[in-house]
């Protein structure tokens, strides 16, 4: 075999082969080495589980907080809680603070107003009907007093 001048071969150049940084130099001579084995110092987290991270940190600060504000709100939920029966059994309708001003209770009062008007046009639809009616339609039904007086409250204030 007949070589040019100059050619070196890479199987006689070992050194040669390929280019070692720096890096995997330090890392080859340490004691123990391992080649193709890098110990990791911390794990790759991925996206996912980062975000499911923060959900819960922030959801158990959430907690924490609420079960702060739940020892002093006990009182207050009770007192809301019994704002909220009323005696006579009916519902009561949608409270408006007063500091809102006569419009935005002229526009809950309009607003409960169409909503009792379309039941009790409902149970006139369910009164016309021929034939058994189910419990549910027996039930509401025997809402039409109440919804009635509703009404002629709402209309009145």
């Keep these: 075999i007949r070589v ?7 199987e006689l150049d070992v050194g040669a082969r390929s280019y070692v940084s720096k890096g995997t130099k330090i890392k080859q001579n340490r004691e ?3 080649p193709g ?3 990791v110092d911390k794990p790759v ?14 959801q158990e600060a ?8 739940e020892g002093d ?4 939920a009770a007192a809301e809680g019994l704002a909220k029966v009323s005696l006579n059994g009916a519902p009561e309708g ?3 603070a007063e500091a809102d001003g006569p419009a935005a209770v002229a526009k809950t009062n309009a607003k409960a107003l169409r909503k009792l008007r379309k039941q009790l046009r409902q149970i006139e ?4 009907q021929d034939g058994q009616l189910n419990p549910e339609q027996v039930a509401k039904v025997a809402k039409k007093p109440t919804i009635l007086a509703e009404i002629q409250a709402l209309e009145q204030s």
């Design 4 to 10: 040019r001048a100059g050619y070196k071969s890479e």
């Design 32 to 34: 123990n080495y391992i």
């Design 37 to 39: 084995y890098g110990k």
């Design 45 to 58: 987290e991925k996206k996912n589980a980062r975000r499911a991270r923060r959900r819960k940190k922030k």
């Design 62 to 69: 959430a907690s924490k907080k609420a079960a702060e504000a």
């Design 73 to 76: 709100g006990k009182v207050q």
């Design 94 to 96: 949608p409270k408006v």
């Design 125 to 128: 639809k369910i009164e016309a």
